[in-house]
C-alpha cells in the first residue's frame, strides 16, 4: 500500500470579483478532482494555524509533520540543500543573488543583467575565498540564483541580510541583531566574505567578457533569507516510510533534503501531466510519494485568475490517472496555503484538502473545492495532522499507549 | 480598511425550555444579523478551549489574541485597570467592596449599604495609608465598588482573599498560598493595610454621617480577585493595527487597557444603538474597533430568558447599519462566552461567530445562531485565532516562512 501527497501550490484562493465572486478552484472545471472529492473524504486544513500566512517552506514542513514554529529560523538552509549544498544543522545558510554594482558601490541591478551563463565559473572564486575558522560553500543556481553555507564554530544566525530589495542604493552592511558575540562574529565574517567577492568577482575573466559584450557584470553577491539548519528527526524513521520527493521548486526539494526524503530529478520545464506520471511512477519504489506542483501559486503572484483557472484545469487533466490509484492505495490532494489573486501574495484562508484510499470513511463531497471541502468529514484539521493521518490510513501507525 | 469587532456578552446560550427548546438567540427574531451571517462566512467558537467556561477577562484576552493561561492569575489587575487606575507588569491588584462591619468585626452588609455618595472622601483617606516600602493606589468606582493596587519589592498574587462572600461572618485573614517569603510578606502588608483601613474609615465624616442618617456606614474593605498585572505585547505592534474600545463595562476596559487599545469614552447608560453608532464613528480614526455590549449577559444573570431575547432584538435594530459597512471593511460579531438562563452564569459551550466582509468564502449559513452558525464554513475555532483572521483578511498579515 502506497501513499501519493500531491501538493498543488497556491491552488487555494478567495473569491475572484472576474470571476463571479468564484475562486479559481470553484471556477475551473475539474471532473477529476471532483470525482477523487465525490470517491473520498473532504476538509479544511490550517497548514501552520488558523489566520497564519504560510511560506511555502514552512507549509511543506507542517505538511510533512515538522513544527515549523521550532524547526524554521529563514528559508536559507532550505534553499541551499535544495540547490544541492551539503547543509548541517546549525550551519548558517542564505539565498544569494548574483548583482551589479556600479564604481560607487550603488545597486544597478539586483540580477546582475539576469545573467545565464558563467556562473559555475563565478562560483568556483567564491568557493576559493579563505576566511580563518569558517568554512565557505557556495553554489550557484538558475539564472541569478545561488545560495551560502557558512560553517564554524560560534557562528548566528541572528543577524541582517545585505540585499537591499532596491536598485539605486548600496547593498546593506550586515548587522548583528543581538549583543552576542557569535551575532556580532558572524556580521564581521559576512562583512568581509561580501568584500572578498566584490574583490574576486570584479576582475573574473566571466566578468572582464560580460562588460566586453555589453552585459552587467555580476561584480557583488546580495545575501538574504538567513536561517540556521535545524537538526530533523528522519521522515522515514518518524513514519517508518521510504519516501522521495518531486518538485521544481528549489525551496520545496530543500524542505524535503531537510526532512530525509530522496529528492528525485524533476525536470523544470516538466509538464504537470509528465509531473504527475513521474509520481504515480515513483510510487513503485518509495512508499510515500511528495509531489509539489507549483504553477497555480505562478499564475497567482501575476495576478492572472484566467490563467490560474487554467492551469487549475491542467492540473485536474494529469490526474485523470489518480482515481485508480486509490483503489489500493492512499492520495491526499492539497494545497500547502491560499494564494490570493487580488492580494497576489500567499493568505491564512485554511486550503482544501481530500483524502481517497481504500478505507476512508466517504462523505457527502461531490466537488474539490474550498467552500465545498468546509462541509466535508475531515472538517477542520491542521498541516501537521496530515501525516498522521494517512500513515494511519495505511495501517502503518504506531500505538499511543496500550 | 477597517474591522470592527462586535462581543455580545454572554449572548450565547443554551437550548431553553420555556423558549421550546430554542436558545434566546434562536428564539430572537434577528433579521439584520441574520442577513450578515447570509453575507459572510460562520462557525463556531471555543473562546478557551472546548468545554472551558471563560470568564469576560479570559474570554476577551482570548479575542484580542492574548493566551490567558499565561496572562491571566486574576480580574484584580484588569478590573483597576478599568476603573482608571495605572497598573504596570508585576504590581498586584484587587477589587474591592466598601462594607459594614459590626462592633464585633462580623460583616453586617458587603455592600456598606449600597453607598452611592461619599465614597470619593473615603478613598482619598484609603490613599493616605503608608506602610514601609509599600505604594497603595486605590480607587473608588461606582457604587460599593473600587480597586486597589499595590506596587513594592517582593509582592507575590499568591495570597487568599479576605471576601468571606457571605454575612455574618468576619472577614477573612489574607493567608499566603506558598511557603515563599513574597507570599508570607504580601499577606503581612494586607492584613496591616486593611486593619489600617478599618482605623481611618470608622471615624471619617462621611460615616459619622451616614450613621447620623440611619444608614449603613463603610467602614472596611473587602478584597477579592487578587491578581499579579502581566506584561502584555501591544496590540497595536502585534497586528500592526490602531485599536479603540468602546465597553461600559470597567472589566473589559481593563482587558483592552493592558492590551494597548484606548478606552474610547462610553456613558453607561448609553443605548444598544447609540454604542453601535458610537463604534461605526470610531473606525474612522481607528483601524480596528472593539465594541462590548453587556446586556444580554446581564439578562442572563438575571435569569430572564424573555428579557435576554428582547435584548438580542434591541441587538439586531442596532445592527441595521452594519451590513453596509462590510462592503469595504470587516465585520465580525460573536459573544464571548454562552451565558446559560438555568445556569444564570457563563457556561463552556462554545458561541457563534460571523465573519462579513469584501473577501470572505461565504457559506450557506442564512440565519445567525449557535446551532445555524455549527455548520458554517469557519468550522470550530478558537478565541486566540480570530485576530490573525481578521487581520489576514484585511491583508495586514505578516507572512511566517518565504
Known amino acids: 500500500m502506497k501513499c501519493l501527497l500531491l501538493i498543488c501550490d497556491g491552488m487555494a ?121 569558517i568554512d565557505i560553500r557556495f553554489k550557484a543556481s538558475t539564472g541569478h540564483r545561488s545560495a551560502l553555507v557558512l560553517s564554524g564554530e560560534g557562528l548566528s544566525h541572528n543577524v541582517s541580510e545585505s540585499d537591499p530589495h532596491e536598485e539605486g542604493v548600496k547593498p546593506h552592511t550586515v548587522k548583528p541583531l543581538d549583543d552576542s558575540l557569535e551575532a556580532r562574529r558572524t556580521a564581521d565574517v559576512l562583512n568581509r566574505f561580501i568584500l572578498e567577492c566584490r574583490r574576486v568577482l570584479a576582475g573574473h575573466p566571466v566578468n572582464v567578457k560580460r562588460i566586453q559584450e555589453g552585459m552587467r557584470p555580476a561584480n557583488t553577491l546580495l545575501l538574504r533569507g538567513v536561517g540556521v539548519a535545524p537538526s530533523l528527526a528522519s521522515f522515514s524513521e518518524k513514519y517508518g516510510l521510504s519516501a522521495g520527493c518531486i518538485a521544481t521548486m528549489a525551496l520545496v526539494r530543500g524542505v524535503s533534503r531537510f526532512c530525509g526524503l530522496d529528492v528525485l530529478g524533476a525536470d523544470a520545464e516538466a509538464s504537470i501531466s509528465g509531473l504527475v506520471k513521474m509520481a504515480l511512477d515513483a510510487t513503485s519504489e518509495y512508499d510515500f510519494v511528495l509531489l509539489n506542483i507549483k504553477a497555480a501559486d505562478d499564475a497567482t503572484h501575476d495576478g492572472d485568475a484566467e490563467k490560474k483557472t487554467a492551469v487549475i484545469e491542467e492540473i485536474d487533466r494529469a490526474a485523470a490517472g489518480l482515481l485508480d490509484f486509490t483503489t489500493e492505495n492512499y492520495l491526499a490532494v492539497l494545497s500547502d496555503h491560499t494564494s490570493s489573486i487580488s492580494r497576489r501574495d500567499h493568505t491564512g484562508d485554511p486550503v482544501p484538502i481530500l483524502i481517497a484510499g481504500p478505507e476512508v470513511r466517504t462523505d457527502d463531497t461531490a466537488v474539490f473545492s474550498e467552500r465545498a471541502a468546509a462541509k466535508g468529514g475531515l472538517s477542520r484539521i491542521r498541516g501537521q495532522d496530515i501525516m498522521n493521518i494517512l500513515v494511519d490510513l495505511m495501517n502503518r501507525s504506531e500505538k499511543f499507549g496500550a
Open 13 to 133: 484562493d478567495r473569491p475572484v470579483k472576474t470571476l463571479k465572486a468564484r475562486t479559481p478552484l470553484e471556477a475551473a472545471s475539474t471532473k477529476n478532482l471532483d470525482a477523487l472529492a465525490k470517491a473520498g473524504i473532504c476538509g479544511i486544513v490550517d497548514t501552520i494555524a488558523p489566520g497564519i500566512r504560510p511560506g511555502s517552506d514552512t507549509a511543506h514542513l507542517a505538511i510533512l509533520g515538522y513544527d515549523p514554529v521550532t524547526s524554521y529560523t529563514g528559508r536559507g538552509p532550505f534553499e541551499a540543500a535544495g540547490v544541492g549544498l551539503e547543509v548541517t544543522a546549525g550551519e548558517i545558510a542564505f539565498r544569494c543573488n548574483f548583482a551589479t554594482v556600479d564604481e560607487k558601490g550603488l545597486v544597478v541591478d539586483r540580477r546582475a543583467g539576469r545573467i545565464s551563463e558563467g556562473t559555475e565559473e563565478l562560483a568556483e572564486a567564491v568557493n576559493g575565498i579563505e576566511l580563518p575558522g
